[in-house]
């Protein structure tokens, strides 16, 4: 029996990270930029007040250098920076002296939210692989950002750490003190240890960052350049336990109906997660019964292309960890986990439908991610979610139950080997099985490698796709890049889908049977001229063709940004695209010629330091065969340093374009495919904000107002691509006009009572209307829209941290 191509495949990947793998450890040789730390011989209360004899004793870092707004230039205020250690934690002193100490900044906002304010940063390099770290980060008002750094230059807010700090305004300047335990880290079991570390500070009035070691704008990667923290000695990796058990209790309020008389429906559920550190460098994590209704919803868009829309992930347990997931083509799309049920239900004649559930129950799910010492990370998820079943009920008040969402099995795994000089080489396998149909799996072998000193990389991917016993398909990422450099930077790249490559059980793969290329070229100016402080100028080429030879495409665009001395950005572009072939628009049918386009649009923002800040945005241009054009807003108000709004508006209109509605056949039997030329006028409102009571209490909002409205006219017939003509003989009389309403509230209460433990109190109301009226008229759309009753979520959630 011959071998398999796949086994191949990764029989010769891992001979190429054996072969590829770094000759030695990443060297330990401090260099010039190095700060030691030393082991406190007293306690150490985190109050914010550096007055501890030991922090006295610890030799200082002053250096500190401009990136922002005048690169390269001593900061204007001075900065100290100590750093103390002892078997169970690291703690870092800030003393930050300021010539104006009454202007200092503090927006208090809750956890993990950036604000325009002072703030002060480190990040350590714990592994001292040059390739991963943490980030810890604290502004006067004592509101706390942590984030994880990985591949060198990108970094995962979602990841959270129970930490401490404390920080004090003085009379001249502030502090911030910050105790980070070792279970926040992942590091080498060794008796001495060479960390990669880095500081910084903002000072808001001025937009200025500080930071030591001074990295170049123009100079590649970001952990690879970190200053070295030397001198701690005898510490030991630390290994934690972690439990935190919720209990939510969630009440849903609706109109009365057949299928729910009494309009209600009350639910008490309980779940826990778990954290585990396996070993210093592997860490378990697995929920049971998750609950997510705390989690705000996605916004409300409308979709008439032919593509799936993408909505991010807000899932805390999907987030936290995922990067190591991802890939140049999205194999893992984890949304994918917990979906809406993909079959609707059928109902009877004169019957109904009583409950239908709005996504899949997650019983259990399990992520483990770790690094071993020798520069192979791992990832493992496998989740498992239920049957998800309707309930309808016949003409004679039988319940009939239908099985709308089939009991699944999920699993995706992870290999990522450091090889050469700062660049890894991986593969990522998924597999889906849903009862009672058959498993889709994907596998693909990706690469980064940085070249030059960081200042080029090439990145890719080859995968492959099974759906069922026969269908295989691949496909391929590739792209060149030079991500350094002062003046000049680009990138150019390749993909290609073949016919039947399907990654969609379980990633997200926008259409097959498509290849095509980019290229990207951009000129920046980062040294002040006149009134620009800074500006990038971009052009941009590309093209595509599906396997069948059709043109999908190929363009240009010109866009350019810059930043003013008065700290506004303006910017605008301009593109163009040829006439091409939608091979998708009739769903099967055949392909449509799209004539060629041009658009533009404008952009400003205004100082994002002031209490009040504008951002407006303009486009117009071609749409297909016709025209659209968008105008946008958004305003942000902070009207104290602890509450923030937000107001954001969108006002898009098309019309004369031709989108099909409908395939039927003619008097001879032969398909006719039914185009109408579609005005569309789309309006979303946004309100959100909140009040932050403390660093621990908050209220938040969010509020969306989306109305749309589509009419179709010149009913006509496709003749050839790109002809069109009567329908004749053909009768064609369904409305697809339509008007399309919605409004979504979410209050959520927020209160940590405790590290790592919270309550919150979630309120939420959606109002959905539509109708087939078409034309827009704001008024009618909004009392018909504020006449539907509402569907009221109360919820109560509480959790607790345990650790051991």
């Not at 104006?100 to 208090?108: F, M, R, V």
């Not at 450091?418 to 593969?427: C, D, H, K, Y």
């Not at 989108?659 to 008097?667: I, M, N, P």
């Not at 209220?699 to 010149?714: I, K, P, R």
Request: charged share 25%; proline share 4%; glycine share 10%.
């Amino acid at each position: 029996m011959k071998p398999s191509i796949t086994t191949v495949l990764a029989s010769a990947v891992f001979l190429i990270l054996m072969a590829l793998s770094p000759s030695s450890a990443q060297g330990d040789d401090p260099g010039t930029n190095s700060i030691t730390a030393v082991r406190r011989d007293s306690p150490i209360r985190i109050d914010g007040i550096l007055d501890e004899p030991a922090w006295a004793g610890a030799p200082p870092v002053t250096e500190f250098i401009q990136r922002d707004p005048d690169e390269g230039r001593s900061a204007t205020e001075s900065t100290e920076v100590r750093v103390l250690y002892d078997d169970e934690a690291l703690y870092i002193g800030f003393t930050m002296y300021d010539s104006q100490p009454d202007s200092i900044a503090g927006e208090l906002t809750r956890r993990d939210r950036w604000s325009e304010s002072d703030w002060a940063g480190v990040q350590i390099d714990s592994y001292h692989d040059h390739r991963t770290g943490y980030a810890f980060s604290v502004n006067p008002a004592g509101v706390q950002l942590d984030r994880h750094l990985y591949n060198d230059t990108r970094s995962d807010r979602s990841w959270d750490a129970v930490w401490e700090s404390a920080t004090r305004i003085t009379s001249v300047g502030w502090t911030a003190e910050f105790r980070i335990p070792y279970t926040s880290l992942r590091f080498p079991s060794r008796n001495s240890q060479v960390w990669g570390i880095f500081f910084s500070r903002s000072i808001s009035r001025k937009k200025e960052w500080n930071i030591w070691p001074f990295i170049p704008k123009e100079k590649g990667g970001w952990v690879s350049n970190f200053g070295h923290l030397v001198g701690i000695q005898g510490i030991k990796p630390a290994r934690q336990l972690e439990f935190l058990p919720y209990v939510v209790s969630r009440g849903d309020f609706e109109l009365k109906n057949r299928g729910n008389p009494d309009g209600r429906d009350l639910y008490v559920g309980a779940g826990i997660d778990i954290k585990y550190g396996i070993a210093s460098n592997i860490t378990f994590n697995a929920t049971v019964n998750p609950d997510f209704g705390q989690v705000e919803a996605d916004r409300a868009v409308l979709n008439l292309s032919t593509f799936e829309t993408f909505f991010p992930e807000k899932r805390p347990f999907f987030m936290e960890g995922a990067k190591i997931f991802d890939t140049p083509l999205q194999l893992f799309y984890s949304r994918r986990i917990g979906r809406p049920p993909s079959k609707s239900p059928e109902i009877p004649e004169e019957g109904y439908l009583a409950d239908k559930p709005s996504a899949t129950t997650i019983l259990t799910a399990v992520k483990v991610t770790g690094r071993r010492e020798g520069g192979t990370s791992f990832g493992i998820l496998d989740a498992i979610t239920q049957e998800e079943k309707a309930v309808v009920v016949d003409s004679t008040e039988v319940r009939h139950l239908q099985t709308i969402e089939p009991a699944s099995h999920y699993g995706v795994l992870r290999l990522q080997r450091e090889v050469l000089e700062n660049s890894t080489i991986g593969i990522l396998m998924t597999a889906a099985n849903h009862r009672g149909e058959g498993p889709a799996y994907s596998w693909g072998v990706d690469w980064s490698l940085n070249l030059f000193d960081n200042h080029y990389s090439f990145q890719g991917q080859i995968a492959a796709s099974r759906t069922g016993p026969k269908y295989n398909g691949w496909g391929g990422d590739f792209s060149f890049r030079k991500g350094a450099g002062k003046h000049f930077r680009g990138s150019t790249g390749y993909k290609f889908q073949t016919r039947r490559f399907d990654i969609n059980d379980l990633g997200f793969l926008r259409r097959s049977n498509y290849h095509g290329g980019y290229t990207w070229l951009q000129y920046r100016i980062t040294d002040s001229i006149w009134i620009i402080r800074k500006i990038f100028n971009n052009f941009n080429i590309w093209y595509s063709w599906n396997y069948d030879g059709d043109d999908l495409g190929k363009g240009s665009n010109f866009n350019s940004s810059m930043e003013l001395k008065n700290y506004w950005w303006v910017g605008g572009w301009v593109g163009r695209s040829f006439g091409y072939l939608d091979d998708r628009e009739t769903r099967g049918g055949p392909p449509v010629a799209i004539p060629g386009q041009v658009w533009y649009g404008t952009w400003v923002n205004t100082d994002s330091r002031k209490a009040g800040q504008l951002n407006f945005y303009w486009s117009s241009g071609d749409d297909r065969d016709g025209s659209r054009y968008l105008l946008g807003t958004r305003i942000r108000i902070r009207p104290k340093t602890n509450i923030e709004l937000t107001f954001g508006s969108t006002h898009s209109r098309s019309w004369g374009i031709s989108r099909w509605l409908a395939d039927t056949t003619d008097v001879k039997g032969e398909r006719v495919d039914v185009f109408g030329e579609l005005e569309s006028r789309q309006l979303d409102l946004r309100l959100d904000g909140g009040v932050t009571f403390t660093r621990n209490l908050s209220l938040q909002f969010y509020s969306q107002v989306f109305l749309a409205s589509g009419d179709y006219t010149n009913l006509k017939r496709l003749l050839s691509a790109d002809t069109f003509g009567p329908l004749g003989e053909v009768t064609y009389d369904k409305n697809h006009n339509f008007n399309s309403r919605s409004f979504y509230l979410s209050t959520v209460l927020r209160w940590e009572y405790r590290p790592g433990s919270t309550l919150f109190f979630v309120w939420t109301q959606d109002r959905k209307s539509s109708g087939e009226t078409g034309g827009f008229d704001l008024k009618r759309d909004a009392d018909k829209l504020f006449d539907v009753h509402p569907e009221n979520t109360f919820l109560i959630k509480v959790s607790h941290w345990l650790s051991m």
